[in-house]
């Protein structure tokens, strides 16, 4: 029986422990994060994957940064056959990559080389790509560089938001390593080398690529806000205050408005006007010290000062 460590972390990761332990492969452990203190209160927060590791009695060894530490030798002293990894969040070190006979895979959520880094389902959907996918790869030195084993495509819908793109990556991930893992254990799949000069880069996003720019395209602010969706979510301006945009949809501009212009309310809704002919259309958002609401209910209350001309900055 194949002896395999698993390392995780975040919601992304869990359907695929959870297929290699229903798979009956021998995990050894599930090696993820540190517990971080989430939301406002700074709840000490368990990641999913240790939530789903200890529902099926696995092991759980969460290293702070793996190089040169006694988790990274209690990782080593378990004698895994094969490593797989799938959105753990750290660099695995060139004796931990070099320890399995199998070798170390990799779920990654894009067409490599397409979208190497921490942020491929985000960086897809800002840029308005309608296809990306995932890749399962040998992990190499360099991030996501690594050669190619299997690849499966999935469309994305003009209103996915990243959250929805998300869940359906790590379905098909999770399928396709299910599929793939056996010719990799029986030494008989393909090893495709990158074309590292198609490679393009998908960093963790920034505070600063959350604020929206009203003065692009309508198209481009639109899959801003539903790329930034449910995290860490897009935000503008309005009388000095924060608003966060969950949801959106592309509409028609109107001739002469200016870009962050309001030129409707009507519907439940609040169009502002983009840098170019389109404007865009918010269905839901979260005004500063206050829950996510759809526009509606916030029209009809805090918001019902709102009107055509007033502007987001």
């Known amino acids: 029986m194949t002896r395999i460590v698993f390392m995780g972390t975040p919601d992304f ?34 990641p999913p994957v240790k939530e789903e590791a200890l529902r099926l009695g696995l092991p759980v060894i969460q290293p702070g940064r793996l190089k040169g530490s006694a988790e990274l030798d209690e990782i080593l002293s378990l004698n895994p056959d094969l490593i797989v990894t799938a959105a753990f969040g750290q660099i695995l070190p060139k004796e931990l990559l070099d320890a399995p006979p199998l070798g170390c895979l990799n779920v990654h959520a894009s067409l490599l080389p397409e979208y190497r880094g921490g942020a491929p389902i985000h960086q897809a959907i800002i840029d308005g790509r309608d296809e990306t996918g995932v890749t399962i790869m040998y992990m190499a030195e360099k991030l996501d560089a690594g050669d190619i084993i299997s690849q499966v495509r999935v469309p994305i819908g003009e209103n996915d938001n990243t959250g929805e793109l998300f869940d359906r ?12 893992l056996p010719s990799v254990i029986k030494g008989t799949n393909e090893r495709i080398p990158q074309e590292h000069e198609k490679a393009t880069f998908a960093g963790n996003i920034k505070r600063e690529q959350e604020r929206i720019d009203w003065s692009l395209p309508g198209g481009a602010v639109h899959n801003q806000i539903r790329g930034l969706s449910p995290w860490p979510v897009a935000y503008t301006e309005l009388d000095g205050k924060t608003v966060k945009i969950w949801r959106s949809e592309k509409a028609l501009g109107k001739t002469g408005a200016s870009h962050g212009e309001i030129i409707s309310t009507e519907g439940g809704t609040i169009t502002v006007q983009a840098g170019d002919e389109t404007a865009v259309r918010i269905l839901e958002l ?28």
């Open 13 to 46: 990761s869990v359907p695929i422990l959870r297929m290699l332990h229903e798979e009956g492969y021998e995990l050894l452990a599930a090696v993820t994060q540190p517990d971080r203190p989430v939301g406002r209160k700074r709840v000490l927060t368990p």
């Open 169 to 180: 990556l790590s379905e098909a991930g999770t399928r396709l390593l299910k599929e793939t």
């Open 286 to 313: 979260q005004p500063s010290g206050k829950k996510r609401m759809e526009t509606q209910g916030y029209l009809n209350g805090s918001g019902s000062h709102i009107k055509p001309g007033d502007r987001f900055e």
